[in-house]
């Protein structure tokens, strides 16, 4: 039996309350396939904290940590979090490739941290995830604002 998972979509920042990062405000389950189901693997990875998986402790990176935070000053260390957080989703998702029977539109080439924009109000990050088949996708991440 083949297994499914959650499909992260964009809401409207109208439609976010509190502190959610996800929402599951649809009608209907939607069946994900190719690039956007390789996306979806890789933001889940990417954005799990680490540690946070009671089966497997590994699964996650460090870079969710920071979510929440209460982050006063953007440095150079913050990007090199995201650049090591980046490379560990990229092992993750190519270890899930391996072991599950996915079409080459649904495998990971690469991701590569490509945008970090820094600002007085914060960050803005930016992932370009390329698909084993070739398809290229642009992903705004995430904006950390400071507060």
């Not at 590994?58 to 490379?87: C, H, P, R, S, Y």
Request: glycine share 6%; no cysteine.
């Amino acid at each position: 039996m083949p297994e499914y998972d959650i499909h992260f979509q964009p809401v409207e920042a109208s439609a976010v309350r509190g502190y959610k990062t996800f929402t599951f405000g649809f009608k209907a389950a939607l069946k994900v396939d190719g690039p956007q189901a390789l996306v979806n693997r890789w933001v889940k990875t990417f954005m799990t904290p680490k540690g946070s998986d009671p089966l497997d402790s590994t699964i996650g990176t460090t870079f969710a940590e920071m979510i929440g935070a209460n982050i006063t000053q953007i440095t150079d260390e913050l990007k090199d979090v995201a650049m090591l957080a980046v490379i560990d989703a990229n092992e993750q998702v190519k270890n899930q490739d391996v072991e599950g029977l996915f079409p080459d539109n649904e495998r990971l080439l690469s991701a590569t941290l490509y945008d970090f924009v820094q600002s007085v109000d914060g960050i803005e990050l930016w992932v370009e995830i390329k698909t084993v088949s070739g398809a290229v996708l642009p992903v705004r991440l995430i904006d950390l604002a400071n507060r």
